[in-house]
């Protein structure tokens, strides 16, 4: 196994260094690409400097904040590029523990896709108030209802895919950002029949930094999730946890229409 864990930053130099630290120490053969959209607070910097002293990390400078989809697509492929055959989500402000990497490849052993998630027995939220918890779990109960997919944190960043789940995806297709960037990569890949776990994890608000969620991040998740549902096929039959080995289908161009069309 050769993962990579993709960061996206903006304006997260007070935590970076924490969590970049933590990931490297989770998992022997791990690396870390920091993707910085033009930080203005030095965070670009600071990851350059990490990259130097570490020789696991790497980054990518972007000009602007292009979002969060935008982010990790362009992460992906760069790790895609680079020949790492597991690639990771997880956030730079430590509300995402990086010891908990270990758990999320270790289930990989029988997962294409693992979620850390908030929402199975186990998993929580620390230091949210009573409006974001209330947002966050009505939310996904609305995914689910909307696209009947059987995942309690579909909207969760803490992730790990398998690269065959990467590329039957589409990262091309892609259109989402934000919140909704995640539901559409889970909603994919349990439409294309890959096997996905969920593990729990600890939530913790962020003590440093300004959080990036904003009301539009939301009411797209909202709007696309009615989309899908209604556009989207059906589950395709579920291939085996190993089918990383084997060749996996593709989506097609569009919003998660079925990908067996073209067939």
Known sequence: MRPLVVIP????????????????AAHDTLDVLVVDDGSPDGTGD???????????????????KSGLGSAYKSGFAWGRAQGYDVLCEMDADLSHNPADLARLLSTLETADLVIGSRYVPGGGVVDWPLHRRLLSRLGNRYVRLC???????????????????VDAVNLDSLRAEGYAFQLEMALRTWRLGFAIREIPIVFVERSEGASKISRSIVIEALWRAVLWGLRGPRRAAPMHPASWTQAAPTASEGDLEDPRQDA
């Open 46 to 64: 600071l990851a350059d400097r990490l990259a130097a002293e570490t020789g696991r990390v790497s980054v990518l400078h972007r000009m602007a």
């Open 9 to 24: 930053t903006y304006n997260e130099i007070a935590t970076l260094e924490r969590a970049v630290h933590g990931a490297l």
């Open 147 to 165: 696209t009947g997919m059987p995942v309690r944190d579909a909207t969760a960043g803490f992730r790990a895919y398998r690269l065959a789940v």
